[in-house]
């Protein structure tokens, strides 16, 4: 018999009260069936919940048959959704690669589009992975209240609330905060690249780049003109030196 979800709470009481949103340019763009026009809208939704699952899809990571389903209204938004969580490829890169509770924060921030509210609830939901399986707690999430009251069937899940109110930077894209790795995979497979942390560390963006007449570009063939040096003197040997012209005679 499975277990019941284990109680948890918000981690503050701001999180209970439903929040005024306003638009800006951290604001995510919502992406439903109910306002799609044409086959190019759906298109985008579909890779919008690539990003949001994969964060990149790659042609073999993609699901054909799901996407035909999608397009030709045989399922919902939220059936691609369970669709892509249950792919070999989410498995494979997600479930496999990290431990239940991590797998667990990445799930909720995926699906429910929020981090996770405290430990006791990576411990509840690893306690629905640990008694229904995966297939049991990826349905539990999709079937869960708060999937169906913020994103419900026809809206791809996205990432709540980015800009909060009293922070000069909103909260960080859970791609970004949370690699598809764990620490110990990345550090069998190498992970950080050095050579790419030094490639990033050397780009200039477009606008900050030197135009043409920028002093900035003669700056190192000024510092080559400081540091030259003159031809040396030729040596001259000592029995070349006539001494008594040399040396002035005391009067």
Not at 15 to 40: F, H, I, K
Not at 148 to 172: I, M, S
Not at 191 to 217: C, H, M, Y
């Amino acid at each position: 018999m499975a277990l019941p979800l284990l109680d948890y709470a918000p981690k503050s009481q701001n999180a209970r009260v439903a929040g005024y949103v306003v638009p800006g340019d951290e604001q995510p763009t919502t992406y439903t069936t109910e306002n799609v026009l044409s086959p190019g809208d759906l298109g985008n939704l579909i890779e919008a919940a690539y990003r949001q699952i994969f964060f990149h899809a790659f042609s073999w990571d993609r699901e054909p048959f799901l996407e035909s389903q999608l397009r030709n209204g045989q399922i919902t938004v939220r059936d691609f959704i369970r669709g892509l969580l249950l792919s070999k490829t989410f498995i494979n890169s997600f479930y496999e690669k990290n431990s239940n509770y991590r797998f667990v924060e990445q799930c909720v921030q995926r699906v429910l589009g929020r981090d996770v509210y405290s430990e006791r609830e990576k411990i509840a939901w690893s306690i629905v992975v640990a008694t229904k399986g995966y297939g049991g707690f990826i349905d539990d999430l999709l079937n869960s209240d708060e999937y169906l009251e913020n994103f419900g069937y026809d809206t791809v899940p996205y990432q709540r609330r980015r800009n909060l109110p009293g922070r000069d930077l909103g909260e960080v894209p859970f791609n970004l905060k949370s690699p598809r790795y764990d620490g110990y995979h990345r550090a069998i497979l190498g992970f950080p690249q050095i050579v790419w942390q030094n490639e990033i560390r050397r780009f200039v963006p477009q606008d900050k780049k030197a135009t043409a007449g920028n002093p900035s570009l003669f700056l190192d063939m000024a510092r080559g003109l400081s540091s030259a040096k003159g031809n040396p003197a030729g040596r001259i040997s000592i029995g070349s030196i006539n001494i008594e012209a040399s040396v002035p005679r005391r009067g």
